[in-house]
């Protein structure tokens, strides 16, 4: 059997940004993407793919047996009822940490489409506040200094510090893979309000925040915090890769 196929976002800037890109393509754009995605999957048996915003999603969905909304940039607040004053009018292309409002599209259709056929999904800090906006969810557009770090000054990658320690409930798809709880890492100022349509959260910190949530009736997992720089391992692109080789096992094409 061939091995599946998963899908990885990433942003888009221009060439120019690159240190010791050549002048003459620097109005040119490129797509990125975190490599340790791709690499966390091939040793758990996937094929890693980059989609760019070109990739139509109901075309994507035709080939991918699952997909990773992967982290960056806010969601932009005119997709779920924010405030839009915050927004500052810097093309995306030239400066990669503003809002991207192409982005947000392009990552919002590909969750309906892969919810609508059942592909497996894992979002991942960002990719966690699209799934829910993709469902009709708000955001915490900031959060407040507390006792939990969620923007922590450490560098990439780390397993996190005992502060941002978040609990499981217990039967959710986060506790079968970490247990009662664990320490991840964290780099988010923003965070999940209230749940899109069936979304439900399975993992806090202390301080409330939502740190992982779920479907009841579809194959997704969604964390607040980043597995693919976690020092250690962590169980969840593997989650990943295993629903998606059985969701591919059980295909027609497969089957026949």
């Known amino acids: 059997m061939n091995r599946p196929l998963i899908g990885i976002t990433g942003r888009r800037y221009r060439l120019g940004l690159v240190a010791g890109a050549d002048d003459r393509y620097a109005a040119m754009a490129t797509d990125s993407y975190m490599s340790d995605f791709a690499t966390r999957i091939a040793r758990a048996g996937g094929v890693p793919v980059h989609l760019p915003y070109d990739a139509a999603p109901e075309d994507a969905a035709a080939w991918l047996s699952g997909v ?4 960056g940039q806010d969601v932009h607040p005119a997709y779920w009822g924010g405030d839009t004053a915050v927004v500052r009018e810097v093309d995306p292309r030239t400066d990669p940490a503003v809002h991207d ?20 999904v894992l979002g991942v800090c960002r990719g966690l ?17 507390g006792p939990v770090k969620h923007l922590s000054p450490e560098s990439a990658p780390t ?13 959710s798809i986060a506790a079968d893979l ?21 979304l439900v959260v399975t993992g806090r910190t202390s301080d409330g925040v939502v ?17 693919e720089w976690m020092a250690g391992p962590d169980p969840t692109l593997r989650w990943l890769v ?6 591919l096992r059980l295909s027609p094409v497969n089957a026949g």
């Open 68 to 71: 990773v909304i992967s982290g």
């Open 101 to 120: 409002s192409e982005r947000d599209a392009y990552e919002i259709g590909l969750v309906r489409e892969a919810l609508a056929q059942r592909i497996p």
């Open 178 to 198: 970490f247990g009662e709880r664990a320490i991840t890492n964290s780099w988010h100022h923003q965070a999940v309000d209230r749940c899109g349509e069936g």
């Open 159 to 171: 397993d996190g510090t005992p502060d941002h320690t978040v609990s499981f409930v217990p039967g």
């Open 242 to 247: 295993a629903e998606a080789a059985e969701r």
């Open 129 to 145: 506040q699209v799934i829910n906006v993709a469902l009709g969810g708000t955001l915490v557009p900031d959060l407040p200094d």
């Open 211 to 227: 740190e992982s949530a779920e479907l009841r009736d579809r194959p997704l997992l969604a964390v607040q915090w980043h597995p």
